[in-house]
């Protein structure tokens, strides 16, 4: 089953995204994402046999795509065969998840002001709106805002809307990134990542041999790994001369200065800046460190000759591991050009968009505090909140990935207060600081918390650590318990929660320890089989199998209970989706009447002949768009893995 490992890939995770993608962009940009979702991961000639779009059409909804990062470009080199001639060619991938992002796009932009001020939320809010920005395209953005905001006012209301300056949003746009809020946009060159096998799938090899195929696959793959990291280690730098100078001017034509290439403005030109669409492209389309690709999709290259190919850089620039020498009879696979140098680059070249995994990460961490707050009280919720936060902190210090480990590092008492201190200033401010010494000890004696005490006893020299793994599975187990009793009553709770202790039982042995009739058992168990909650094994004792000569154990896997409430979530946003866009179809009249008064064009009179519709239309919308913000957190919890 696919979607028992990746719930993004069930149908209706796929119907979901394809929604929203004709929603915010057009059905041509649908008909693109639905060929690459249904038929994975293409290059251009075999999605355009897969899409069925003329080749003009095909390409604008791919810049459109890749634009709002829900289409990736990989760079695909084929190893060389026995000539020396290598292919390259440039694939599409569809990112399921970031088609998604937009149920939470809301919450995101509350957190963004909430932490960081009004101006920052203006920035990710054009990224969000844009998908991929240069810092003089934000800046560009807000101030036209600005005047035209300044333009429609009048009197006083005109002079209190003053035009932002450019250090202002320059130095929002610095603070989201170095919150990990705004990352970089990847490279057009990346090479596809590896995908991993499952741990069952995998099958034990024999060591390589000096010069063998096998080798130099696996240099391949480490070639593409030291891609992959690098990119990842420069994802939240900030560039050297972003905090030295000031924005960088443009041109009076719009044309960019000397040392920065010619480039679209904001809309979805923008994209060929950083993936590739269509065989053709310039080196004046792209950043310094982007080398023009092939003129073709597909190109033969020599790999060993004395002739380089059109991507390839000096040696000089090439990573110190690409100078080891080659297995016997196969050609060095060649790290991928300008990778590294993407650290480089200046601010002007540098393209910014919304990082959904560290905003996961964020809602993920609120909902484990709030969870360790209703259980253990209010100071417990604020101290393990800080310690996710000086864990955050940490990380950055290291420049390590946000989600790095399945545990906090340790953390001594005074971090853990000085985190409390900053990130819950409202809890200081409105009573008596929480004893964060106590709260940390409290909660590391308790039985099955996820507060791990280390280090010795004398004041402020104990660590501690958060399971982080641990509170999480608490978390949703708890959310998978509030539905199995809402849907199955207590008696489908306590089936679960025996199944879950006692690992595996019969059917008769489920009814015994539950105090149930036989055949109210088997219903249960039946409908939460049907559910995808509980599994059946059967253990036959002969080879021929006959039922009854066999056992049939049920039992509870939380990693496909998981898996089953992930789809649900989906199952129910889009039917919120679904009656939302109904409702605003049948009153469109009174929308487009809305608009009028909006716009000034008509006068309120209109809108208070029906003022019973707009109420309904209203309140029903208010808590459509509640419920699919409520189910887009739920989704992030579940999908964080």
């Given at each position: 089953?696919?979607?028992l490992?990746?719930?993004?890939?069930?149908?209706?995770?796929?119907?979901?995204?394809l929604?929203?993608?004709?929603?915010?962009?057009?059905?041509?940009?649908?008909t693109?994402?639905?060929?690459?979702?249904?038929?994975?991961?293409?290059?251009?000639?075999?999605?355009?046999?897969?899409?069925?779009?003329?080749?003009?059409?095909?390409?604008?909804?791919?810049?459109?795509?890749?634009?709002?990062?829900?289409v990736?470009?990989?760079?695909?080199?084929?190893?060389?065969?026995?000539?020396?001639?290598?292919?390259?060619?440039?694939?599409?991938?569809?990112?399921?998840?970031?088609?998604?992002?937009?149920?939470?796009?809301?919450?995101?932009?509350?957190?963004?002001?909430?932490?960081?001020?009004?101006?920052?939320?203006a920035?990710?809010?054009?990224?969000?709106?844009?998908?991929?920005?240069?810092?003089?395209?934000?800046?560009?953005?807000?101030?036209?805002?600005?005047?035209a905001?300044?333009?429609?006012g009048?009197g006083?209301?005109?002079?209190?809307?003053?035009?932002?300056p450019?250090?202002?949003?320059?130095?929002?746009?610095?603070?989201?990134?170095?919150?990990?809020?705004?990352?970089?946009?990847?490279?057009?060159?990346?090479?596809?990542?590896?995908?991993?096998?499952?741990?069952?799938?995998?099958?034990?090899?024999p060591?390589?041999?000096?010069?063998?195929?096998?080798?130099?696959?696996?240099?391949?793959?480490?070639?593409?790994?030291?891609?992959?990291?690098?990119?990842?280690?420069?994802?939240?730098?900030?560039?050297?001369?972003?905090?030295?100078?000031?924005?960088?001017?443009?041109?009076?034509?719009?044309?960019?200065?000397?040392?920065?290439?010619?480039?679209?403005g904001?809309?979805?030109?923008?994209?060929?800046?950083d993936?590739?669409?269509?065989g053709?492209?310039?080196?004046?389309?792209?950043?310094?460190?982007?080398?023009?690709?092939?003129?073709?999709?597909?190109?033969?290259?020599?790999?060993?000759?004395?002739?380089?190919?059109p991507?390839?850089?000096?040696?000089?620039s090439?990573?110190?591991?690409s100078?080891?020498a080659?297995?016997?009879g196969?050609?060095?696979?060649?790290?991928?050009?300008?990778?590294?140098?993407?650290?480089?680059?200046p601010?002007?070249?540098?393209?910014?968009r919304?990082?959904?995994?560290?905003?996961?990460?964020?809602?993920?961490?609120?909902a484990i505090?709030?969870?360790m707050?209703?259980?253990?009280g209010?100071a417990?919720g604020?101290?393990?909140?800080?310690m996710?936060?000086?864990?955050?902190?940490?990380?950055?210090?290291?420049?390590?990935?946000?989600?790095?480990g399945?545990?906090?590092?340790?953390?001594?008492?005074?971090?853990?207060?000085?985190a409390?201190?900053?990130?819950?200033?409202?809890?200081?401010?409105?009573?008596?600081?929480?004893?964060?010494?106590?709260?940390?000890?409290?909660?590391a004696?308790?039985?099955?918390?996820?507060?791990v005490?280390?280090g010795d006893?004398?004041?402020?020299?104990?660590?501690?650590?958060?399971?982080?793994?641990?509170?999480?599975?608490?978390?949703?187990?708890?959310?998978?318990?509030?539905?199995?009793?809402?849907?199955?009553?207590?008696?489908?709770?306590?089936?679960?929660?025996?199944?879950?202790?006692?690992?595996?039982?019969?059917?008769?042995?489920?009814?015994?320890?539950?105090?149930?009739?036989?055949?109210?058992?088997?219903?249960k168990?039946?409908?939460?089989?049907?559910?995808?909650?509980?599994?059946?094994?059967?253990?036959p004792?002969?080879?021929?199998?006959?039922?009854?000569?066999?056992f049939y154990?049920?039992?509870?896997?939380?990693?496909?209970?998981?898996a089953?409430?992930?789809i649900?979530?989906?199952?129910?946003?889009?039917?919120l989706?679904?009656?939302?866009?109904?409702e605003?179809?049948?009153?469109?009249?009174?929308?487009?009447?809305?608009?009028?008064?909006?716009?000034?064009?008509?006068?309120?009179?209109?809108?208070?002949?029906?003022?019973?519709?707009?109420?309904?239309?209203?309140?029903?919308?208010?808590?459509?768009?509640?419920?699919?913000?409520?189910?887009?957190a739920?989704?992030?919890?579940?999908?964080?893995?």
């Amino acid at each position: 089953m696919a979607g028992l490992h990746d719930p993004c890939s069930h149908p209706a995770a796929t119907r979901l995204a394809l929604k929203l993608v004709e929603e915010q962009f057009g059905e041509t940009c649908r008909t693109v994402a639905r060929a690459l979702l249904y038929h994975g991961t293409q290059s251009l000639g075999d999605l355009r046999r897969s899409a069925g779009l003329p080749l003009p059409h095909l390409k604008a909804a791919l810049l459109v795509l890749m634009q709002h990062n829900c289409v990736a470009s990989w760079l695909h080199a084929e190893p060389p065969n026995l000539r020396g001639e290598s292919r390259v060619e440039q694939l599409y991938e569809a990112l399921p998840r970031a088609m998604l992002h937009g149920l939470h796009a809301p919450r995101y932009l509350i957190h963004v002001k909430d932490s960081l001020g009004a101006t920052a939320e203006a920035v990710a809010l054009k990224l969000l709106q844009h998908g991929r920005l240069r810092l003089d395209q934000v800046v560009a953005a807000l101030q036209s805002e600005d005047a035209a905001a300044a333009s429609q006012g009048q009197g006083e209301e005109a002079q209190t809307t003053p035009q932002r300056p450019a250090l202002e949003i320059q130095a929002a746009l610095l603070r989201l990134v170095r919150s990990r809020l705004v990352e970089r946009a990847p490279v057009c060159h990346l090479p596809p990542p590896r995908r991993e096998v499952h741990p069952n799938a995998r099958k034990k090899k024999p060591a390589t041999k000096p010069g063998s195929e096998e080798e130099a696959e696996q240099l391949r793959a480490r070639a593409q790994d030291q891609a992959h990291a690098a990119y990842h280690a420069v994802r939240f730098k900030i560039p050297t001369d972003l905090v030295e100078t000031a924005v960088p001017a443009r041109a009076p034509d719009g044309a960019s200065l000397a040392h920065e290439p010619a480039r679209g403005g904001l809309g979805t030109s923008g994209a060929q800046a950083d993936g590739s669409v269509g065989g053709k492209r310039t080196a004046d389309s792209m950043p310094p460190a982007c080398p023009p690709p092939p003129k073709r999709g597909r190109r033969r290259v020599k790999a060993d000759s004395g002739q380089s190919a059109p991507s390839a850089t000096p040696a000089a620039s090439l990573p110190a591991s690409s100078a080891a020498a080659p297995p016997a009879g196969h050609s060095t696979p060649q790290p991928l050009p300008g990778v590294e140098e993407a650290a480089d680059l200046p601010a002007a070249n540098i393209l910014w968009r919304v990082s959904l995994e560290e905003f996961n990460l964020r809602l993920r961490n609120e909902a484990i505090a709030d969870h360790m707050g209703s259980r253990h009280g209010p100071a417990a919720g604020a101290v393990v909140a800080g310690m996710l936060a000086a864990h955050a902190a940490r990380l950055r210090e290291a420049g390590a990935p946000a989600a790095d480990g399945e545990r906090t590092v340790l953390l001594s008492e005074a971090e853990v207060a000085r985190a409390v201190a900053v990130h819950e200033p409202d809890m200081a401010g409105a009573g008596p600081a929480p004893d964060v010494p106590g709260t940390l000890s409290s909660l590391a004696a308790e039985w099955a918390s996820p507060v791990v005490a280390a280090g010795d006893p004398p004041a402020g020299a104990r660590q501690y650590s958060l399971d982080i793994a641990g509170a999480l599975g608490a978390l949703r187990q708890g959310h998978l318990e509030v539905l199995l009793h809402d849907r199955f009553g207590p008696e489908g709770l306590r089936i679960w929660r025996l199944l879950r202790a006692c690992r595996q039982l019969e059917q008769k042995q489920v009814a015994d320890f539950c105090m149930m009739d036989a055949k109210d058992a088997k219903v249960k168990l039946h409908a939460m089989l049907k559910a995808g909650y509980i599994a059946l094994q059967d253990v036959p004792r002969t080879a021929d199998r006959a039922p009854s000569r066999t056992f049939y154990l049920w039992r509870a896997d939380v990693r496909a209970a998981c898996a089953a409430f992930t789809i649900e979530l989906f199952l129910a946003a889009g039917n919120l989706h679904a009656r939302l866009a109904h409702e605003l179809s049948q009153r469109a009249e009174l929308l487009r009447v809305l608009d009028l008064v909006n716009a000034g064009l008509a006068g309120p009179g209109a809108l208070a002949e029906r003022a019973s519709d707009f109420s309904r239309i209203k309140r029903v919308t208010t808590l459509l768009e509640a419920g699919l913000l409520d189910v887009g957190a739920s989704l992030a919890l579940f999908l964080g893995d």
